[in-house]
Antibody, heavy 116, light 107 residues
Framework: QVQLQQSGPGLVKPSETLSLTCTVS????????WSWIRQPPGKRLEWIGY???????NYNPSLKSRVTMSVDTSKRQISLKLNSVTAADTAVYYC??????????WGQGTLVIVSS | DIQMTQSPSTLSASVGDRVTITCRAS??????LAWYQQRPGKAPKLLIY???TLESGVPSRFSGSGSGTEFTLAISCLQPDDFATYYC?????????FGQGTKLEIK
């Protein structure tokens, strides 16, 4: 069974870069697509984008100019960077995996607060 | 983007009741719809995919139906564990989008 373990800081200053990592265990990283999804307090889930094992990406147009996802297959890690953050980027961030479009497993979530 | 709208936003019910939640898509998504359950402070958990296929390990009191733009999640014989928030998600096209959620509360 695939398990996703997230890591990264829970507090980021405005205008700086949010960085999170998702470490995969239990299955091959090449078998899935890997997404980041966020949930601002009291709001719906928002898809940030995906990356696959070869590094192909697709980002949400609403965030595309500020997002970078990367994959390190040797470390079995997927990373998210979101630059120029503001208070509107405060949210719980999840990594998730899918093969056919629906999310079969999720990381535990990381609350990231943007504040000085 | 495809907009997903759930109704109701909040639903009050009792243990043993049967409830239904509706999810509407702003355009046809065929059967490319999933349902998730989320408990406070936890990640969403997949319940149903492809509109009506039950994920392994999910109790059979959960069922899904629909195609095109209108979908339904039904939960029969509510158990205490079922009181949570439910989300639909379309995966017909990118960006994947989610409904605003339906909070199922104990009456």
């Amino acid at each position: 069974q695939v398990q996703l373990q997230q890591s990264g800081p829970g507090l980021v200053k405005p205008s700086e870069t949010l960085s999170l990592t998702c470490t995969v265990s239990g299955d091959s990283i090449s078998s899935y697509y890997w997404s980041w999804i966020r949930q601002p307090p009291g709001k719906r889930l928002e898809w940030i984008g995906y990356i696959n094992y070869s590094g192909s990406t697709n980002y949400n147009p609403s965030l595309k100019s500020r997002v970078t996802m990367s994959v390190d297959t040797s470390k079995r890690q997927i990373s998210l960077k979101l630059n120029s953050v503001t208070a509107a980027d405060t949210a719980v961030y999840y990594c998730g995996m899918y093969r056919n479009g629906y999310y079969e497993a999720w990381g535990q979530g990381t609350l990231v607060i943007v504040s000085s | 983007d495809i907009q997903m709208t759930q109704s109701p936003s909040t639903l009050s019910a009792s243990v043993g009741d049967r409830v239904t939640i509706t999810c509407r898509a702003s355009q046809s998504i065929s059967s490319w719809l999933a349902w998730y359950q989320q408990r406070p402070g936890k990640a969403p958990k997949l319940l149903i995919y492809k509109s009506s296929t039950l994920e392994s390990g999910v109790p059979s009191r959960f069922s899904g139906s629909g195609s095109g733009t209108e979908f339904t999640l039904a939960i029969s014989c509510l158990q205490p564990d079922d009181f949570a928030t439910y989300y639909c998600q379309q995966y017909n096209s990118y960006p994947h989008t989610f409904g605003q959620g339906t909070k199922l509360e104990i009456k």
